[in-house]
């Protein structure tokens, strides 16, 4: 099935299989879920990313990750900047997401990158998400 928005499906995905408690969930490939998606593993808040399959059939695969007690390391994946109202910010303007206990996720001229490593390098971008 198309989405309007490829990576609200990608996130909305991830926080499904959170609740309900899945191991793994698999997403449609493209280069940009893929870096998403293992942006958000690199910061810990999932266990692995591997990209299955050829061609057009190729599908993201995300092992998820939970804490001791069978929570989700996550407590919410917010989209920010969405199709009707793109959200920008320059270098000068990254704040740390929600007092530091969060990750802001870019897209920027270098690539998508956290928002820590966007401002040290003094580039803005567009706030694609936030994860806390």
Not at 100 to 111: E, F, H
């Amino acid at each position: 099935m198309a989405a309007n928005d490829p990576i609200a499906d990608l996130l909305t995905r991830i926080r499904n299989a959170a609740n309900a408690r899945h191991d793994t969930v698999a997403i449609p490939h493209s280069k940009v879920k893929e870096a998403l998606a293992r942006a958000i593993s690199a910061e810990g808040f999932l266990r692995g990313v591997d990209v299955i399959g050829e061609g057009i059939r190729r599908s993201i695969v995300v092992t998820m990750k939970y804490t001791s007690e069978g929570k989700p390391v996550f407590t919410n994946l917010a989209r920010t900047s969405k199709l009707g109202r793109r959200c920008y910010v320059s270098a000068a303007d990254i704040r740390p997401s929600r007092q530091g206990m969060g990750v802001a996720i870019l897209t920027t001229s270098k690539g998508i990158m956290k928002s820590e490593d966007a401002k040290r390098l003094g580039i803005g971008g567009e706030v694609i998400c936030t994860i806390w």
